[in-house]
C-alpha cells in the first residue's frame, strides 16, 4: 500500500483574501460597465427614438455582459482578477 498523498490546499484566510480581492475587481468592472452603457446610451436615446428605460435596459445588459464576462475569467483561470488577459 502506499502512502496517502497530502493535499497542499491554502489556508482559508488566503481564499477568503483572494476572493475578496476578485469581487472587488468584478464589481469595479460591472459598475463601471454599467455606468459607461448608461452614458452611451443616453446619447443615443434622441437619434434612434429610445425611451429612458430601454436606454437603462441597454446599460443594464451591458452590464450583466460584463458580469458574465468575469466570471467566465474566473472559471478560465485561477487569479484574483476578472481579465480574459493572460497575466492580469
Do not use: C, I
Not at 44 to 51: G, I, M, Q, R
Not at 66 to 88: C, E, I, P
Amino acid at each position: 500500500m502506499s502512502a496517502p498523498h497530502s493535499l497542499d490546499l491554502p489556508s482559508a484566510e488566503t481564499v477568503l483574501k483572494t476572493g475578496k480581492t476578485y469581487l472587488r475587481d468584478l464589481a469595479e468592472r460591472v459598475v463601471s460597465t454599467g455606468l459607461q452603457a448608461g452614458l452611451g446610451a443616453v446619447v443615443v436615446t434622441k437619434p434612434f427614438d429610445l425611451s429612458m428605460w430601454e436606454a437603462a435596459g441597454l446599460a443594464g445588459a451591458a452590464a450583466s455582459l460584463s458580469l458574465v464576462k468575469g466570471l467566465v475569467a474566473r472559471w478560465r483561470s485561477v487569479t484574483n482578477s476578472a481579465s480574459l488577459a493572460k497575466g492580469v
